[in-house]
């Protein structure tokens, strides 16, 4: 079964530096969360859409935006690169069929800055 | 506020049930309880939900108490391949918080020792 697919697997950036972190969701599925996660912590929710608009905001910060496109896919961008972006960063996806419904997770984005 | 709470840490012998528990002791009517858990820097995986009835799939069970202000993952016979970290997680489950985010943490720290 096809799964939630995210790109590059790793990415090494300097400071200062913009990255582009990409969500293809499972086929079929209207929603997307990003998620970051930093070496010894547990994942911490930043934003979700819902059919292309934004539907919950975390603690994402102001220098990264987020957007789900037409196709369902999602890119959240990061600008100012810092050294404490250096995390995983997870996309998952879920279908509103229901109002009860999982979330499927990707197998993540490294990204180190230095 | 954490709406869960675990223990941080538990062993299993191979072969073995493991019994992971979790208070959610303020969960709301529409409140479900979902399990997740993460495999070392792997993509949180989707275990198993339910909002008040005991529920099984090919994963795990799910025993719910009748007050459900708590509940029970049981993995059956836990290999080394489900050492990860377990979280139990409390989400609102309606469609005006369609969207809403998974939060995540603190989990527990399921070892299964051969």
């Known amino acids: 079964a096809a799964g939630v697919i995210q790109s590059p697997r790793h990415l090494i950036k300097e400071k200062r530096e913009t990255a582009t972190l990409k969500c293809y969701p499972i086929p079929r599925h209207d929603t997307v969360y990003w998620y970051q996660q930093g070496p010894g912590q547990d994942p911490q929710f930043l934003i979700s859409f819902y059919e292309k608009m934004q539907s919950d905001k975390g603690s994402i910060p102001d220098r990264f935006s987020a957007q789900q496109f037409s196709d369902y896919h999602s890119e959240l961008n990061m600008s100012s690169l810092e050294l404490g972006d250096s995390a995983l960063y997870f996309c998952a996806s879920s279908f509103r069929g229901t109002a009860n419904t999982e979330a499927f997770f990707g197998q993540g984005t490294r990204l180190t800055v230095v | 506020d954490a709406k869960t709470t675990q223990p941080p840490s538990m062993d299993c012998d191979e072969g073995r049930a493991a019994n992971l528990p979790c208070n959610h002791s303020?969960?709301?009517?529409?409140?479900?309880v979902y399990w997740y858990r993460q495999i070392h820097s792997q993509g949180p995986q989707y275990i198993i939900h339910g909002l008040k009835n005991n529920e099984t799939n090919e994963m795990a069970s799910l025993i719910i108490t009748e007050d459900r202000k708590s509940s029970t993952l049981i993995l059956p016979h836990a290999t080394l391949r489900d050492t990860a970290v377990y979280y139990c997680i409390v989400r609102v489950e309606d469609w005006d918080n369609y969207g809403q985010n998974f939060v995540f943490g603190p989990g527990t720290r399921l070892s299964v020792l051969p």
């Open positions: 303020t969960i709301s009517g529409n409140e479900y």
